[in-house]
């Protein structure tokens, strides 16, 4: 069983920087994907960014490339989401998430949620 735990969600201007934090417990070996997500009221959750725990490897949303970072602490157990340059479209609540297995985009693939952090960018 895994349980994640968010943080660091809240109010920044436009063009300003944000960085969430997920905690992680119980079992992370083997192949191990964590990702963040993101939803709206009225919309789908969809994918943000995501990370393999051992690798390091990495893959972004379109919508962030260049402007947010996944990077993971293995000796914190903790996963980070930087996001810089923030627009009034980055507005949220995000979510961290976790699958066993490689990296995948798809909200269904992965298994263990955290409670969400809300993240709200002002024009």
């Known amino acids: 069983q895994v349980q994640l735990v968010e943080s660091g969600g809240g109010l920044v201007q436009a063009g300003g920087s944000l960085r969430l934090s997920c905690g992680i417990s119980?079992?992370?070996?083997?192949?191990?994907?964590l990702g963040w997500f993101r939803q709206t009221p009225g919309k789908e959750r969809e994918f943000v960014a995501d990370?393999?725990?051992?690798?390091?490897?990495?893959y972004y949303a379109d919508s962030v490339k260049g402007r947010f970072t996944i990077c993971r602490d293995i000796a914190k157990n903790t996963v980070y989401l930087q996001m810089n340059s923030l627009e009034p479209e980055d507005t949220g609540i995000y979510y961290c998430?976790?699958?066993?297995?490689?990296?995948?985009?798809?909200?269904?693939?992965?298994?263990?949620w955290g409670q969400g952090t809300q993240v709200t960018v002002s024009s």
């Open positions: 998430a976790a699958r066993r297995g490689i990296q995948l985009v798809d909200v269904l693939a992965y298994a263990y």
């Open positions: 119980g079992r992370t070996g083997g192949r191990f994907a």
């Open positions: 990370i393999m725990w051992n690798a390091g490897d990495t």
